[in-house]
Structures are given as structure tokens and as C-alpha cells.
């Protein structure tokens, strides 16, 4: 995690340097570069974790790029190996160069791009497959322009309009420099063919997913997981185990199984550390007050299904109940020197929809997790973009931000969720999240079968629920 800061050299100068960066560097806290280049301002402050420390913003050949996150296969694309990239962001305009805008299809990896090529007067805006990594721009009549990490840096520093706009997940942007659209594009179409019949290639991708995130980290920044007795902290848990690769686990006991949790900490206590947390009504009030202070917000519109009719809500991170679970458990981490969280998020959206065999166990869900033979027909589903999809990057991301930790996403893989997606309806649909279930029981692994706890979840959005 990183983040950036974009705007004219006229805007700049009259601003108030230390309020316009001030949580902007919460994001980036190990070194801030300023690059002034024609009239425009390039800010990055950096979240060192892979390769040599290597200042941004990019200069080469009059153009500019800036990035905020992770490309994991940044040292297979068209490098020299007589001259390997000391760091990621480095391939950004060597391969723009040579494949102009879609460069970013060849990109493997959690990040939000900005190129700015003085040679064509374009820009380039970009977000990932699933926009992990916020990225903010606005502009307007009157020669303001910005292009920030922050929502929060336009709207208090710039302006308080409505029109600032976020890259939209699977996007990737190209203005000219008068703000022009010149072009619009996705990122990746995944193939909607079900033809698969068995789960091997969606846990090779998986565990591939997992691995990348782990050793895209020659610095040995040390890793944690949020450990609940259900699937996705289960199938990570395991998966690190399996790659006996050394972690630290956090678990808040609410409604968690600590049976099932014990079980799971006894299974291979070689590579594991866990800590119990009891958040107390204190604890809990002082971290929803730290949040509510601190932390960017936007609101999020989102659609619930109530006996399949649609209703618009509105959600904002900073009210989500467990955003204060998760700011505690952030915040104990970054004192003990965790820097990469690997985040479950994704497999609710993804490999159930909330839901299974036509039970809802949230409004959000549109599938009811019952995927259908011609998957045209509904893809993408409300939440595989956004919706809840959206709502909890925002949130995972933003308290992140807060303690200069770093999200990292293996169920949003593009390769995970591309064989999943190649699943036959039949094993999509045998039982609740059937991929995870198979790989935790190939390894007797202890987990409570069909039952969906939200951690620390907003009561409003997903409940307790057993399936039958």
C-alpha cells in the first residue's frame, strides 16, 4: 500500500502542504517524493515491502507514472536479464512504451496506475480486475485537476462536490489534457464457460494466489490473517500451514466457534502464532470513535433483494460495526511489526453470493448462491464488482490505511476467480462454497460445514445461518 497525490503546480502552491498530505502519508509512511514536472505536481508516499527502496513518482522519456500496490508477475514481463527491475513499479513505463494503454492487461496484481505521458498529452488511470486500491479523480471548468488515493484529500482540500469519481473495478481510463475521455476499456473478460469437472485447477490457482502474496516480500515483512471458524480464514489458515510459512492470526470472540478455532490452532502449531481478542464495550467504543475520525469514507450505493424486489441503499464503511473490530486488530498488528494482511475478502461475492441452494443469508444476495447453467444470465451479479464487494474493500482498505499496513487478496486472483468461474454448476452449487469445503476436507481440516458467521458483520447485512 502506497498512496499518491496528483494536481496543477498552481493549486499546490496555495495549499497547506501538511493538511493536504497528512493521511495520504498514513498509507505511505516510509518516505514521501514530490516530482514537479511542467504544471503539474506528482506526490508518492510508499509502503516499502518488496525489492530495493525505490522512490517514486517513475521519470523516463517525459513521462510520468505513479503506482499504489503489488504487481506480482512484474519480473516475467518483457525484462531484460541483464537489467532486472530493482522494484514492481519499474516495468510501468517500459511496457507502456512498448504496448501503449493495454500494457495494464499484461499486469498480475493489486494496484491503482497513473501515467502521465507528456510526449502525447494522455493520461492513463487505472484500477485492478477488483479496484483493491482506491483511486480518486476530479476535475473541473475552472483548471482545478486532481488525481488522489484519498477521497477524503479532494473533498476537504478541493472541493466539496459530488463530482469527484472513482475508477470503477476492471477499468482502466485514458483522458488527454483537457480532460477528455478518450477511451474506456476493461482489463480482463473472464471466460464464462462451465466446463470443469473437478476442483485441482481452482486449487493450484488458489494456492498459487496465496504463494505469490507471500514471496512478492524479500523484505520478510511478517504476515497475518483474521482467524473465525468459518471458510475463508479456515482455507487461508491451511493454505499457509500447507506452505509451512510462519504467520500471526487474530481472532475477536463474538459468535465465533472457539471449539472449531482450538481445533484449528492444535492442528499444526509449527507455523501458527494466535492471539484471542475480548473487545471490550470500551475498547469498542474508543475504536468506533478513532474510525469515525480518521478514517476516508464515501458512501457506497448497494442493492438488496427483498422477495426479488430491488431496493437502493446506501452504506458508509465508518458505521460498519466491525470496522472497530478490525481497527483493533490492525492496530495491535502494526505494534507488533505486521505489515501484509491477507484478506479473505472476496469468496462471500464470489463462490456464494451470499447465499446457498436458493437461501439468502444476507438482502445482498441476488444469486442465492444457485449458479445457473448459462452464467451469461447473470454476469456480473450485483456483487462481484460492487455492492458488497465494494463496501468491504472500502472498509479493509481504509482502516489499513490507517496503520501503514498493506491488504492483499488471494480469493480476488484473477486466476482463482477465472477457475472458479470455469466450475461446472454442478460442483458450483453441491454444497456452501464447495471448492473451500473440498480442500478442508482433503486435509481434515476442522471446519463448521454450512454455516456462515459474518466476523463482527453488520447484523443488517449478514446473520448467523446453518444450512440444511
Known sequence: MCSFLVLLKSLYQIKDKNKLLKYLKLRGPDATNVLEHKDYVFIH?????CGEKILQPFFENNIVALLNGEIYNYDKLDNNQDNKYKSDGECIIP???KYGEDFIKKLNGEFAIVIF????????????????????????DTSKFVISSLKSTISQNITTLTEIKKIPANTYIK??????????NHIYEFNLTQTKNTFDDFIN?????????????????????TLSSGYDSGVLSLILKNLEYKFKSYTILSKENKNTIQKRLDFDITYQNNSFITLSKEDFKKNKQFVGNHMDSYQIKYNTFVDDNLMENSWNCKNDPSSSGLNYIYKIAS??????????HGADEIFSD????????????????????????????????????????????????LHGIEGRYPFLD????????????????NTYKAPLAYYMKKYNYPFDENVKIGFKCNKRLIKKTTIT
Open 175 to 184: 483522458l488527454n489534457f483537457n480532460n477528455q475521455v478518450l477511451k474506456k
Open 117 to 140: 505521458d507528456f510526449n502525447q498529452k494522455i493520461i492513463i488511470l487505472s484500477a485492478d480486475i477488483f479496484a483493491t486500491k482506491p483511486l480518486f479523480y476530479y476535475y473541473d
Open 414 to 429: 484473477k486466476d482463482v476467480v477465472q477457475e472458479f468461474i470455469y466450475l461446472s454448476p454442478e460442483l458450483k452449487n
Open 95 to 97: 511496457l507502456y512504451q
Open 354 to 401: 451470499y447465499g446457498f441452494n436458493g437461501t439468502a443469508f444476507a438482502p445482498c444476495s441476488k444469486l442465492k448462491g444457485i449458479y445457473p447453467q448459462n452464467l451469461e444470465s447473470v454476469f456480473p451479479w450485483a456483487n462481484f464488482y460492487d455492492g458488497c464487494m465494494k463496501m468491504f474493500i472500502s472498509k479493509e482498505e481504509g482502516i489499513a490505511s
Open 205 to 225: 490457482a488458489l494456492e498459487n494466489a496465496v504463494r505469490k502474496r507471500l514471496y512478492q516480500n524479500n523484505n520478510n515483512n511478517k504476515v497475518f490473517i
Open 335 to 344: 505494534n507488533e511489526n505486521y505489515r501484509i494482511y491477507l484478506s479473505g
Open 45 to 49: 508516499n510508499l509502503l516499502h515491502i
